[in-house]
């Protein structure tokens, strides 16, 4: 069992930055794809971004590509999404997730393990 604990959301202007920051406990993650999600209200959950085991393997929307950057700390087992450059249309819950395996997947089904999510809230 992996327990994923989100932080770091908040309100925050149009143009603004934003870090959010995930914590893993339980079973060790270090060897898990992470990823980050969001969720508009009425939207679908969607990928946002994904980070392999060692970082060395990155995957983002095409919506955040160039503004939010996903990295990784095995040693303290979290997982960080720096959010750039924020627009309103980035408004939504924010949750993180882990999936065994080697391949990062855009799917939501495809993950295993799901954080309680973070609200992030950009004003025009």
């Known amino acids: 069992q992996v327990q994923l604990v989100e932080s770091g959301g908040g309100l925050v202007q149009a143009g603004d930055s934003l870090r959010l920051s995930c914590a893993a406990s339980?079973?060790?993650?270090?060897?898990?794809?992470m990823g980050w999600f969001r969720q508009a209200p009425g939207k679908e959950r969607e990928f946002v971004a994904g980070?392999?085991?060692?970082?060395?393997?990155?995957g983002y929307a095409d919506s955040v590509k160039g503004r939010f950057t996903i990295s990784r700390d095995n040693a303290k087992n979290t997982v960080e999404l720096q959010m750039n450059s924020l627009k309103p249309e980035d408004t939504a819950v924010y949750y993180c997730?882990?999936?065994?395996?080697?391949?990062?997947?855009?799917?939501?089904?495809?993950?295993?393990?799901w954080g309680q999510g973070t609200q992030v809230t950009v004003s025009s």
């Open positions: 339980g079973r060790s993650a270090s060897n898990w794809i």
């Open positions: 997730a882990a999936r065994e395996g080697t391949v990062i997947s855009t799917r939501k089904n495809r993950y295993d393990y």
């Open positions: 980070i392999s085991w060692n970082g060395g393997s990155t």
